[in-house]
């Protein structure tokens, strides 16, 4: 039905940068909030950031000032730019949308895509 695929995770050196990408395809009639969250293997899961579908945007205070979310309405994807990347950010990244399709309106999630900061 609906399905939301991640990419762009990688192996990057503190201070890098990286942009993940998620787009969502399927039966889509409109998709409102799109999120990224990420997870440490022993952790709970953390919420990173979430933009509006008019695109006003939130960001946890950990990530603030250093990651951007933006998304393009015609394409169905979210992105996320992350600049001065810390070995704290290392996580598994999952992209989230409260999605549309005309029969019910639910929450879907990526499979996640590895980001690791390391060296």
């Known amino acids: 039905q609906v399905q939301l695929v991640e990419s762009g995770g990688d192996l990057v050196q503190p201070g890098g940068s990286l942009r993940l990408s998620c787009e969502a395809s399927g039966s889509i009639v409109m998709i409102n909030d799109m999120s990224w969250c990420r997870q440490v293997p022993g952790k709970e899961r953390e919420w990173v950031t979430t933009v509006t579908s008019s695109g006003n945007t939130n960001y946890a205070a950990s990530v603030k000032g250093r990651f951007t979310v933006s998304r393009d309405n015609a394409k169905n994807t979210v992105y996320l730019q992350m600049n001065s990347l810390k070995p704290e950010d290392t996580a598994v990244y999952y992209c989230?949308?409260?999605?549309?399709?005309?029969?019910?309106?639910?929450?879907?999630w990526g499979q996640g895509t590895q980001v690791t900061v390391s060296s």
């Open positions: 989230n949308a409260d999605i549309w399709t005309g029969v019910a309106r639910s929450n879907y």
